[in-house]
C-alpha cells in the first residue's frame, strides 16, 4: 500500500517536463509586462519638459537614470531566479513596476509643485528600472527553464520578440492615450500592464532552476564577459537607429524617416521567427559571428546611403544581423556557469545590454556633433565588426 502511495504522490512532486515551445503564460506575461516599459517612454518627456518646464539635460538625466537602477539590480535579480524561482523574481518586478506607474500618476497631480512632481518622477524611474530588472531576468530564465537548456536559444528568441513588440506598441499606445486622455489615464496604463502580467504569471507553472553551487555575482559576470562585450558592441546599432535616425532624415532632406524602425522591426522579428532555432541547431558562436557581419552591413548601408530607401535597406539589414545576437551569445553564456547559476548569468548578460544602451547613446552624440550623423553609422559598423572578432575568438577557443 505504502507503495502505491509513493509511486502516486511522485509525479506531484517530480519537477514539470520540459516543453518544445516556451511556456505561452511566460511570454504572454512577459509582453503584457513589458508594455509599462513602453508606455511611458513618449510621454515621461513630455510631461517632464512641456508640464513642468525643465530643460532637455534634465529630461535625459531622468530618462537614464532608470538604466542605473536596472544595471546595479541585474545580480539581485540573477539570484533571486536562482534561489527562488524565474516566476517569484517576475512577480516581485511586476509588483515593483505597478508601484513605479502609481507614483508617475501621483506625480501628475495638478496641485504640486513642479520640482515635487519631478522628485516623485525620479523615483519612480528608480522603482521602474528596479522593476524590469526582476521582471525580465525571471521571465528569461523562467522561459528557459520551461524548455531546458538544449532550447535556450528558441527560448531567448520568443523572448525578445515579446519584448520587442511589446516596446512597439507600447509607445504609440501611451504617446495616443497622453493626447486624446491626458497624463493621468496613460499612467493607469503603465500600472494595468504589469498587474496584467502578474495575473498571467500566477497561474502559469513554475520552473525552478537546478541545484548546486551557487556562484558569487562577480564570478559570473567573469565567466560570461566575452558573451557580453559582443552584445554590448551589437547594441550600438540599434541605438544608433532610435536615437539619430529621425535626425539624419531630415538632415539629409530624406522622407519616410518613420519607416527606420519599421524597417528594422520587419527584419527583426522575421529571422528570430524563422531562424530562431539556429543558435540551438549549429552552436550560438556561429550564429553570433554572421549575425554581426550583417548588422555591420547594414549599418554601413545607413552610413553611405545616397537615399532614404538605401537608408531603410540598411535599417532592413540591420534588423536582419541584431535578431539572433542575443540568443546566440546567451546559449554560449549558459554554457560557461554551473546550472543552478542560469538566472545569474542572464542577469549579467542582460546587464551589458543595459551598458550598451546608455553609453552608446552619449558617445554616438558626440560623434554626431563632431563629424555629422552619417558618422554615427560607421560607429556601429565598426563595433559590430569587433564583436564578430570577439566572438569567433571566443569560438575558436572553446573548439
Known amino acids: 500500500m505504502s507503495t502505491l502511495a509513493n509511486a502516486q504522490a511522485a509525479p506531484a512532486d517530480a519537477a514539470p517536463a520540459h516543453l518544445s515551445r516556451p511556456a505561452w503564460g511566460v511570454i504572454a506575461a512577459l509582453f503584457c509586462g513589458y508594455l509599462a516599459v513602453g508606455l511611458p517612454l513618449p510621454v515621461i518627456p513630455l510631461f517632464i519638459h512641456d508640464h513642468l518646464g525643465y530643460s532637455n539635460v534634465v529630461v535625459g538625466l531622468v530618462i537614464g537614470i532608470q538604466f542605473l537602477a536596472t544595471v546595479l539590480s541585474r545580480g539581485y535579480?540573477?539570484?533571486?531566479?536562482?534561489?527562488?524561482?524565474?516566476?517569484?523574481?517576475?512577480?516581485?518586478?511586476?509588483?515593483?513596476?505597478?508601484?513605479?506607474?502609481?507614483?508617475?500618476?501621483?506625480?501628475?497631480?495638478?496641485?504640486?509643485?513642479?520640482?515635487?512632481?519631478l522628485a516623485i518622477v525620479v523615483v519612480g524611474r528608480l522603482a521602474a528600472g528596479l522593476g524590469e530588472s526582476q521582471f525580465v531576468t525571471g521571465c528569461v530564465s523562467w522561459s528557459i527553464a520551461s524548455v531546458g537548456p538544449q532550447r535556450a536559444?528558441?527560448?531567448?528568441?520568443?523572448?525578445?520578440?515579446?519584448?520587442?513588440?511589446?516596446?512597439?506598441?507600447?509607445?504609440?499606445?501611451?504617446?495616443?492615450?497622453?493626447?486624446?486622455?491626458g497624463l493621468a489615464v496613460a499612467m493607469i496604463a503603465c500600472i494595468v500592464a504589469?498587474?496584467?502580467?502578474?495575473?498571467?504569471?500566477?497561474?502559469?507553472?513554475?520552473?525552478?532552476?537546478?541545484?548546486?553551487?551557487?556562484?558569487?555575482?562577480?564570478?559570473?559576470?567573469?565567466?560570461?564577459?566575452?558573451?557580453?562585450?559582443?552584445?554590448?558592441?551589437?547594441?550600438?546599432?540599434?541605438?544608433?537607429?532610435?536615437?539619430?535616425?529621425?535626425?539624419?532624415?531630415?538632415?539629409?532632406?530624406?522622407s519616410h524617416a518613420g519607416l527606420v524602425m519599421t524597417a528594422f522591426g520587419i527584419g527583426f522579428i522575421f529571422v528570430r521567427v524563422v531562424l530562431g532555432h539556429l543558435p540551438d541547431r549549429i552552436g550560438g558562436y556561429r550564429v553570433a559571428v554572421w549575425s554581426l557581419v550583417v548588422e555591420a552591413i547594414g549599418q554601413a548601408l545607413v552610413w553611405f546611403a545616397p537615399n532614404a530607401w538605401v537608408a531603410l535597406t540598411g535599417a532592413l539589414f540591420t534588423g536582419l544581423g541584431c535578431a539572433l545576437v542575443f540568443p546566440a551569445l546567451g546559449v554560449e553564456a549558459l554554457k560557461r556557469v554551473p546550472p543552478a547559476n542560469r538566472g545569474s548569468a542572464m542577469?549579467?548578460?542582460?546587464?551589458?545590454?543595459?551598458?550598451?544602451?546608455?553609453?552608446?547613446?552619449?558617445?554616438?552624440?558626440?560623434?554626431?556633433?563632431?563629424?555629422?550623423?552619417?558618422?554615427?553609422?560607421?560607429?556601429?559598423?565598426?563595433?559590430?565588426?569587433?564583436?564578430?572578432?570577439?566572438s569567433g575568438t571566443s569560438r575558436s577557443q572553446t573548439a
Do not use: N
Request: net charge positive.
Open 194 to 254: 504589469p498587474v496584467v502580467a502578474a495575473t498571467i504569471a500566477i497561474g502559469a507553472t513554475s520552473y525552478l532552476s537546478p541545484g548546486g553551487v551557487r556562484l558569487p555575482f562577480h564570478r559570473v559576470v567573469r565567466s560570461i564577459w566575452r558573451e557580453g562585450f559582443g552584445l554590448m558592441l551589437q547594441g550600438v546599432g540599434l541605438s544608433g537607429l532610435t536615437a539619430f535616425a529621425s535626425l539624419y532624415f531630415v538632415a539629409r532632406h530624406w
Open 77 to 117: 535579480a540573477g539570484r533571486v531566479t536562482d534561489q527562488q524561482g524565474g516566476k517569484r523574481s517576475a512577480l516581485q518586478g511586476a509588483a515593483v513596476s505597478a508601484l513605479a506607474g502609481l507614483l508617475y500618476l501621483v506625480a501628475a497631480l495638478p496641485s504640486l509643485p513642479s520640482t515635487m512632481s
Open 347 to 390: 542577469g549579467a548578460f542582460v546587464a551589458f545590454l543595459d551598458i550598451a544602451y546608455g553609453i552608446s547613446g552619449p558617445a554616438a552624440g558626440v560623434i554626431a556633433g563632431q563629424f555629422g550623423y552619417a558618422a554615427v553609422y560607421l560607429f556601429g559598423a565598426v563595433c559590430a565588426l569587433l564583436g564578430a572578432m570577439l
Open 153 to 181: 536559444g528558441m527560448s531567448m528568441s520568443w523572448t525578445g520578440i515579446a519584448m520587442f513588440a511589446a516596446l512597439s506598441i507600447g509607445a504609440p499606445f501611451g504617446m495616443g492615450l497622453y493626447e486624446s486622455h
